[in-house]
């Protein structure tokens, strides 16, 4: 098994990314890459990035996070991380990441942000 896995879904609307294993500095170029790729061309991209089975991120995990949340957010997009695992989101909560971040719980709660109203 790879240490990182990432699975792309389009669903309703917005894209679904699963990542499972690790992002360490080893990994972080590929989650650069396929986030990239995942949102080129589109105009407001609206991603869920579901960590329910991501164990460990180093800080080059965090600066992707970041600034992936901010350049989807500058396109007029939204970038929402959901079922973040424990150990993952103590390292979001002390790098202050949470205050920046929109985290829900689950992917249901993800997709009704991208919703009409």
Do not use: W
Request: hydrophobic residues 50%; glycine residues 6%.
């Amino acid at each position: 098994m790879a240490l990182l896995e990432i699975t792309c879904t389009s669903a309703a609307g917005y894209l679904h990314i699963l990542l499972r294993g690790h992002i360490t500095s080893a990994t972080a170029p590929q989650l650069e890459q396929t986030l990239a790729a995942a949102i080129a061309g589109q105009a407001a991209p609206q991603c869920v990035l579901d960590l329910g089975d991501l164990v460990y991120t180093s800080s080059a995990g965090l600066r992707i996070f970041l600034t992936f949340a901010k350049r989807m957010k500058n396109a007029g997009g939204q970038l929402v991380f959901c079922a973040v695992q424990p150990a993952v989101h103590k390292v979001l909560e002390v790098s202050g990441f949470t205050q920046i971040l929109t985290l829900v719980p689950d992917v249901t709660a993800a997709r009704d942000l991208f919703l009409p109203r």
